[in-house]
């Protein structure tokens, strides 16, 4: 082998040598190399040489192509010191090579002995150098630094993932820069300094002319188009919008946690390389598929079990919670997680004592596996979480909920952890809490993203950690060769805005980064070629529409999720780059994308354009509607809550807030809202910052001056998922959650709906009103009749059945400021269109989107899939009064009449609550915390009649939201309560 390289190594002079002569440069530049290990095309101005004829110069290129696309060669010892190069600048998933050479570093422990090699100058007479210098091999890749002890090493010492840097340094600079020279008064010191999130790391090197080189070359890399971390995107998101040309970005909705646990399952199974988790609260003994008897490989501790053997690295992010607070123990988890193999890692954060952070949690719900797909949204792989659309309220015998997976918070919250399959709730007794949730799988550049900012997370947590534990490596953000096609060269250009919202004014933008998030517009539908084609997937998309004898889907379609690809060809042809950097040229590509928006001509404004349109195909078909979404492509964006505490970062960042309240501003005909809160402020309170609520006041008053038909639907829990009555006296957190979302809702001046009820008066229901979902069934058979509400825990938000938003953030201050709470989102902008209605006229709907909510609406409502046409039209008087308010009003009248259920209209105080508690005890001998258990029969009917036979009048899950349920009532803790000392801002 040594020989074989001596001959390679003689030969690969002999060429090098050769080219160098002949191109009249004085080195190679292995920078350009492309992440595909390959030279590239040498530049336009070195061809023009002729004295090297074609021939020579492709036999020259050819060998070196050949030789170089052997990564196993290129990344050995022997290669990468006679090419000076490292392990890392060949590796295809960290981007092309950029710079790599020898620098000293101060921060980092001793890593060398050698003290030769510690030395920053030439003259062994004369040290300049202090013992906590050291030598490193730095590494410079499009979007971060890393440090290694020796180019042959390929795991990193230490990293620096660039991030959005602050604006301006407050010197007149227009933007502070990632990399500075550092001048000492010692002529023989030559430092520079990166400065990147909280972090500043001072370097040295040999000469100015190196730390000019060094300076420059970060810089470079930081402000180059394909990556530009270090500028804000649209919404102040630090990843830019993707899908704006083909660049494979897909995604796919899940509604409840059978259809999405299936989905993670399958791609846990299919994972080759790295599995990433992050979670609010993890449970190793989660089975994702169910009746778990029958899928016992199918535990969570068990999947990750089998992949660890395999090779597979995982790396798990747990939030270390303060344990007087919550009793989801991730001490247990950790433990259970680390005993299962070598190969996974946890961490839990933050330390509570040193960051000083004691209010504010790691809410993110993120399952990453290989870089190619990716799980975000509303569940967490926990207990309590799996459910489909029964929403089923009790499981004797157990089947589908073992132990303490029959979860329901309201009653009792389990004090361990270790028996897992010991039951917490008497199944005879209570009901378990449904759980309403919705996820979402991305595939490509947006998947990339989320990558990054778990491998942001958990650096920043290992250095707080773990910062001398081997066994807790440094992870790499790996790269993406995307475009997003709005990042020009130019100085000024002007940009056509494709937003069917700003009347097609041009866009003016001074600079390729403009760091605003109004000018990236949202963009204008298009017309699908071939609309024929576009039909929303089978009712189990990516799964087999069979089903086992206890309703669960089959297994039979293992591999079917992760890999099928979409029926709908690409909307814009491929535009392949003309080059990787300096040939870019956005403006061509806006253009070439705005010609396939626009085909009939200036002439003809957009909604004429669209409404010149022929009718296609109906939307659905009677069997397309379930609990798994269409794959799409799509244009996605990530935008998540982050500030120093959580991530590390230089400044917070609150994209998931901007998002929203732009997507409020810019709809059309519909807002639809599902989410687990619902604490927001107008403009002027001072209390709650968010101005999610403000946003949709200001959109209805806008609508009703524009006597325009506008809606807006929320829905929300009945009652805040915390253990306790409401009148009881260790409930105060659930009663101080009611207070603030009923301050935001209906009571007092500055609440939405009083607000609204002085400017519009009774038609204020007409734009505005707020529902719950409640479920209902038999304990065992022969049981008693119970109720539970469905626990409503997505964070999503649908817009003119085109955008979607979907993610871990609440609508409250925790989550939304970015100061507080970490989340991460996706927004998700429809490119593919089909047929459909809205306020009774002709409208293109987005394929995601529009599936999602009819898949959400037809299970509220109990519509079977032949009655979906019924809600294809959500705006119009037939649906949003006929179907969606009346059933809610409905059953909320059937539920009132056989449990009289908490909460209700009709309980306005503590005592006639109390009162309605031991009445209803009486009656019925044993109930739930919110009355949740029927009478054998109905004494206010006529006949006496069985409660169940009531009950067979309900549709769907959804009812009324109570708003007058304790109006009469200061439901804010008290003196003689321990939250009475805590800061509200826990609350809100």
């Known amino acids: 082998m040594q020989q074989l390289f001596k001959m390679m190594r003689m030969q690969m002079r002999l060429f090098l040598h050769a080219m160098t002569r002949l191109l009249k440069t004085g080195r190679f530049l292995f920078r350009d190399v492309p992440s595909s290990a390959a030279l590239s095309i040498i530049r336009p101005a070195l061809l023009r040489q002729h004295s090297m004829s074609d021939r020579a110069r492709g036999a020259m290129q050819g060998y070196l192509n050949h030789f170089l696309s052997n990564i196993d060669i290129v990344n050995s010892q022997e290669v990468c010191k006679f090419l000076e190069v490292s392990k890392l600048s060949f590796s295809p998933e960290y981007g092309p090579k950029l710079k790599e050479d020898y620098i000293m570093v101060k921060h980092l422990p001793k890593i060398l002995d050698n003290e030769d090699r510690i030395k920053c100058c030439a003259c062994p007479w004369f040290c300049c150098c202090r013992d906590n210098w050291q030598k490193v091999w730095a590494v410079l890749k499009p979007g971060f630094l890393a440090f290694l002890k020796d180019p042959f090493d390929p795991n990193p010492i230490d990293i620096v993932v660039f991030d959005v840097l602050p604006a301006s340094d407050g010197n007149g600079d227009s933007r502070v820069s990632l990399a500075k020279e550092v001048h000492d008064h010692n002529p023989l010191r030559h430092y520079f300094r990166v400065t990147c999130g909280t972090r500043s790391i001072k370097l040295r090197t040999k000469s100015d002319e190196k730390v000019k080189d060094w300076v420059a ?265 995307v475009i997003p096609h709005y990042m020009g060269k130019s100085t000024e250009t002007e940009i056509e805005n494709e937003d069917n919202y700003s009347n097609n004014k041009p866009i003016k933008r001074n600079d390729s980064f403009s760091s605003s998030y109004q000018d990236v517009p949202l963009l204008l539908p298009q017309e699908a070629t071939g609309l024929d084609d576009v039909k929303i997937e089978p009712k189990l998309n990516g799964f087999n529409a069979q089903h086992d004898h206890h309703g669960q889907p089959s297994r039979s379609t293992k591999t079917s999720f992760c890999f099928r690809k979409s029926k ?305 039209d959500p705006v119009i008087d037939s649906t949003y009064k006929d179907i969606w308010m009346a059933t809610a009003k409905t059953n909320t009248m059937i539920y009132q009449d056989v449990f009289s259920c908490l909460p209700n209209d009709l309980i306005n105080t503590r005592i006639s609550l109390r009162q309605c508690m031991v009445s209803w005890k009486a009656k019925v001998g044993h109930t739930t915390t919110d009355l949740g258990i029927a009478p054998n029969k109905l004494e206010s009917d006529a006949t006496n009649a069985d409660p169940m036979e009531r009950l067979k009048s309900l549709r769907g899950h959804l009812v009324s939201f109570p708003l007058e349920f304790m109006s009469k009532e200061d439901l804010r803790p008290v003196f003689n309560e321990s939250e009475y000392y805590a800061s509200p801002q826990v609350f809100h």
């Open 217 to 481: 070359a970060i810089n470079d890399a930081a402000i180059r188009p394909p990556e530009g971390w270090c500028h804000p995107h649209r919404f102040g998101s630090f990843a830019p919008p993707r899908g704006l040309t083909e660049d494979s970005s897909q995604a796919q909705w899940f509604v409840d946690g059978r259809a999405a646990f299936e989905a993670i399952a399958l791609a846990i199974e299919e994972a080759k390389s790295e599995i990433f988790i992050c979670g609010w609260w993890m449970c190793p003994e989660l089975f994702l598929r169910r009746p778990f008897r029958a899928n016992a490989s199918s535990r969570l501790d068990s999947l990750l079990e089998s992949k660890a053997k395999q090779g597979v690295q995982i790396y798990i992010l747990l939030y270390k919670e303060v344990a007087l607070a919550l009793k989801i123990n991730s001490v247990y988890s950790k433990k259970k997680l680390l005993g299962i193999h070598e190969n996974i890692r946890v961490l839990r954060y933050p330390d509570h004592f040193s960051s000083g952070v004691y209010l504010w949690s790691h809410h993110e719900k993120i399952v990453i596996v290989d870089h190619q797909i990716c799980f975000v949204g509303g569940l967490d792989l926990c207990f309590g979480r799996y459910d489909s659309g029964e929403h089923q309220v009790g499981d004797y015998p157990s089947q589908i909920w073992p132990g303490k997976d029959y979860y329901n918070p309201r009653e009792s919250e389990p004090n361990s952890w270790e028996d897992t399959m010991k039951d917490e709730l008497d199944r005879f007794k209570y009901p378990r809490m449904p759980w309403h949730d919705v996820h979402c799988a991305l595939w490509g550049p947006p998947c990339r993203d989320i990558a990054r900012h778990f491998v942001q997370r958990w650096n920043y947590a290992k250095r707080n950690k773990a910062p001398n534990e081997q066994a807790i490596p440094l992870l790499l953000p790996q790269h993406h060769m």
């Open 568 to 872: 709908v060809e690409p909307l814009i042809p491929d535009m392949p780059m003309r080059g990787f950097v300096d040939d870019l040229d956005s403006l061509d590509i806006q253009r070439e994308f705005s010609s396939h928006v626009k085909k009939s001509g200036p002439e003809v404004s957009e909604m004429e354009w669209w409404e010149a349109q022929e009718r296609g195909d109906q939307v659905v078909s009677s069997d397309e509607i379930g609990q798994v979404g269409p794959r799409v492509s799509c244009r996605c964006q990530i935008i998540r809550s982050v500030s120093q505490w959580s991530a590390g970062t230089s400044q917070i960042e609150e994209s998931i807030h901007k998002a929203y309240c732009s997507l409020i501003d810019r709809a059309e005909h519909i807002v639809y809202i599902e989410n687990q809160f619902f604490i927001s402020g107008l403009s002027g309170d001072e209390t709650i910052q968010n101005r999610v609520l403000d946003a949709l006041y200001r959109r209805i008053v806008r609508a009703h001056n524009e006597k325009k038909c506008f809606r807006v639907i929320v829905v929300i829990p009945l009652l805040p998922g915390f253990q306790g009555g409401v009148d009881d006296s260790g409930a105060a957190s659930v009663r101080a959650i009611m207070h603030w979302q009923y301050r935001t809702i209906c009571r007092g001046h500055k609440s939405i709906l009083h607000n609204l009820y002085e400017f519009l008066g009774p038609k204020t229901h007409d734009y505005i009103s707020f529902f719950g979902l409640r479920a209902y069934g038999r304990l065992f058979d022969g049981g008693p009749i119970a109720t539970s509400q469905v626990y409503v825990h997505s964070k999503i938000m649908i817009v003119d059945d085109r955008y979607a938003l979907i993610g871990s953030a609440n609508i409250n201050d925790r989550s939304l400021l970015g100061s507080r709470d970490s989340e991460i989102g996706v927004l998700i902008e429809d490119n593919e269109f089909v047929d459909s209605l809205m306020g009774g006229k002709s409208w293109k709907a987005g394929k995601f989107a529009l599936s999602l909510r009819l898949s959400l609406w037809c299970e509220h409502l109990g519509l079977h899939a032949g009655e979906v046409n019924k809600i294809r």
